[in-house]
Nanobody
Framework: VQLVESGGGLVQPGGSLRLSCAASGFTFSSYVMSWNRQAPGKERELVATITSDGGGTNYADSMKGRFTISRDNAKNTVYLQMNNLKPEDTAVYYC?????????WGQGTQVTVSA
């Protein structure tokens, strides 16, 4: 299993970013995918999840209305569209998949929201 995130960077407050996570090594279209994040000095937290067919999504309360998770099963890729970014969104963002008893993580992509 391999998960490779991309799309992070430095953005001003109120700006937008779109993160991507390219997956390989498993049947992508059969699994729920998630985005999590970890800010400096804080525990990793769930951002959003999406069902295997993309028909269902779930968000942490602080991200509702600002973040959108989506997936393209033909491209084995899950996305996170982030709008109206705030300084408190600064974190390393990870995608993950739970495959049986094991959760696989990507290496993460840094998002920094600062003026």
């Amino acid at each position: 299993v391999q998960l490779v995130e991309s799309g992070g960077g430095l953005v001003q407050p109120g700006g937008s970013l779109r993160l991507s996570c390219a997956a390989s090594g498993f049947t992508f279209s059969s699994y729920v995918m998630s985005w999590n994040r970890q800010a400096p000095g804080k525990e990793r937290e769930l951002v959003a999840t999406i069902t295997s067919d993309g028909g269902g999504t779930n968000y942490a309360d602080s991200m509702k209305g600002r973040f959108t998770i989506s997936r393209d099963n033909a491209k084995n890729t899950v996305y996170l569209q982030m709008n109206n970014l705030k300084p408190e969104d600064t974190a390393v963002y990870y995608c993950n998949v739970k495959w049986g008893p094991i959760t696989y993580w990507g290496q993460g992509t840094q998002v920094t929201v600062s003026a």
